[in-house]
């Protein structure tokens, strides 16, 4: 069982910037695609980023956050980062990482929670206007 542990998130002005930073326990970690969901209050888990496994290669990400947000990974350090800048209020929300351990391809990029098969516990950010 794959542990992912998620930080880095608070409270910033808009236009601010945030780095999430998710630690996993395993270490196949480099094997794993990953990505970066958010959840609003009242709203569906939604798809913000994703990384390709093994150096990452590929890189998917919703139209809203283009140019804003860099996904990247270390796999030395097992650790998945999501640099957000110029955030907005809309940004606000609960944000998950997580892990996708049988991509059929190497450079396959899930959008779907469902694809994903461990989850860490989340973290708040909150863009006040």
């Known amino acids: 069982q794959v542990q992912l542990v998620e930080s880095g998130g608070g409270l910033v002005q808009a236009g601010g910037s945030l780095r999430l930073s998710c630690v996993a326990s395993?270490?196949?970690?480099?094997?794993?695609?990953m990505g970066w969901f958010r959840q609003a209050p009242g709203k569906e888990r939604e798809f913000v980023a994703g990384?390709?496994?093994?150096?990452?290669?590929?890189?998917y990400y919703r139209n809203s956050v283009k140019g804003r947000f860099t996904i990247s990974r270390d796999n030395a350090k097992r650790t998945l980062y999501l640099q957000m800048n110029s955030l907005k209020p809309e940004d606000t929300a609960v944000y998950y990482c997580?892990?996708?351990?049988?991509?059929?391809?190497?450079?396959?990029?899930?959008?779907?929670?469902?694809?994903?098969?461990?989850w860490g516990q989340g973290t708040q950010v909150t863009v006040s206007s």
């Open positions: 395993d270490g196949s970690f480099s094997s794993y695609a």
């Open positions: 997580a892990a996708d351990n049988d991509v059929r391809r190497s450079w396959d990029v899930p959008s779907l929670p469902g694809s994903y098969d461990y």
């Open positions: 990384i390709s496994r093994w150096s990452g290669g590929t890189t």
